[in-house]
């Protein structure tokens, strides 16, 4: 368990007690100053836990904190932070982050130096660094482009190998912070595929993103606004509201119909459109077909679901 003592100075944590399991935040606090010299909240009385292996989305408009919490997760110092919270299974070293600029975390100069860096740091012997590295080579679909300098490689190329490398740890947590935003299609797919092989293999990931098409359904979202988490839930009830809120929505409709109510009863927004974040495409499309009574929850989310779906419509 770690506190933040105001009186140690910024940004200094002292361990209470260790302890394995959840990595919980308790009402985690931070104050940023603005050029008016006014404060405002930069990280707004934060409750949050992660699980082992747990995968969380994380979301929210521009400046809404994302990042300080992801960072917080990671177990990087933030200066001025303040509250209680007890690391479980992510420990006491800073975990992998994998940021949304590949070249700003990139040491060596190719993918396999990249990826041996990392092995070294971990303290792994020389033998098996040689055996790992090709692994994790091949793993990440790096081995045929181990050896090629930076420069002649794309972005997205260049994030792999960041992600390799993130990977070279073998640690129970990563952080993506927007690792795909500055990438082609092609290479967000790549990006993506990595983190949930990693996820499935038991590491829990944090993954912020603005790219929303990226949510799963049944997958858990936290939504930030302003600083604070006004969102923790399913995806499928962040983009399209709770069923029940659905339900109540449709009986309106019904009750306009039959003329039981002179005015339409106005849709509510989903948790996703209250954050002040539009609804993708195909999201907003299924939403829309749901209120006209064409499509029933659970709404498709694979190509192969909507085609099936727009078959029968
Ligand atoms: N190093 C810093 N010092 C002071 N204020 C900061 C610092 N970094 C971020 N902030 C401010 O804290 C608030 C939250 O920033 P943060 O980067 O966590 O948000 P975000 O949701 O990740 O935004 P973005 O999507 O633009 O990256 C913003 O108002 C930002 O201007």
Not at 44 to 70: C, M, Q, R, Y
Not at 87 to 97: D, H, I, L, Q, V
Not at 115 to 125: D, I, K, N, T
Request: hydrophobic share 40%.
């Amino acid at each position: 368990m770690y506190h933040v003592n105001p009186f140690l100075g910024r940004g200094k944590f002292v361990t209470v007690q260790d302890a394995v399991g959840g990595l919980i935040l308790s009402d985690v606090n931070m104050e940023r100053f603005l050029e008016s010299g006014e404060v405002s909240p930069r990280l707004d009385h934060i409750d949050f836990s992660l699980a082992p292996g747990e995968w969380v989305h994380i979301v929210g408009t521009n400046g809404s904190g994302k990042s300080t919490l992801a960072r917080l997760l990671a177990g990087l110092t933030i200066d001025g932070v303040q509250g209680t919270w007890n690391r479980g299974f992510a420990g006491n070293r800073p975990m992998p982050y994998v940021m949304q600029q590949p070249d700003s975390q990139l040491f060596a100069e190719t993918p396999r130096q990249e990826v041996r860096f990392a092995l070294e740091w971990q303290g792994v012997s020389a033998d098996e660094i040689l055996h790992r590295t090709e692994a994790i080579l091949t793993r990440t679909g790096l081995l045929s482009i181990g050896d090629v300098p930076w420069e002649r490689l794309s972005g997205g190329q260049r994030q792999l190998a960041a992600v390799a490398a993130a990977s070279a740890a073998s640690a129970p947590l990563i952080v993506f912070d927007e690792a795909t935003s500055m990438l082609d299609e092609q290479s967000c797919t790549e990006v993506l595929r990595l983190a949930r092989e990693l996820h499935r293999q038991g590491t829990a990931v944090v993954w912020v993103t603005q790219r929303l098409q990226e949510i799963e359904g049944s997958g858990r979202v936290v939504a930030m606004l302003d600083g604070r988490i006004v969102f923790d839930g399913l995806g499928s009830d962040f983009l399209y509201g709770s069923e029940a809120e659905a339900e109540a929505d449709a009986d309106a409709d019904a009750d306009a119909v039959a003329g039981a109510v002179a005015l339409r009863t106005p849709h509510t927004l989903t948790p996703c459109q209250a954050c002040g974040l539009r609804l993708p495409y195909l999201p907003a499309l299924a939403l829309e077909l749901g209120r006209q009574g064409k499509l029933k929850r659970p709404y498709p989310e694979t190509a192969a679901e909507w085609e099936q779906v727009l078959s029968q419509l």
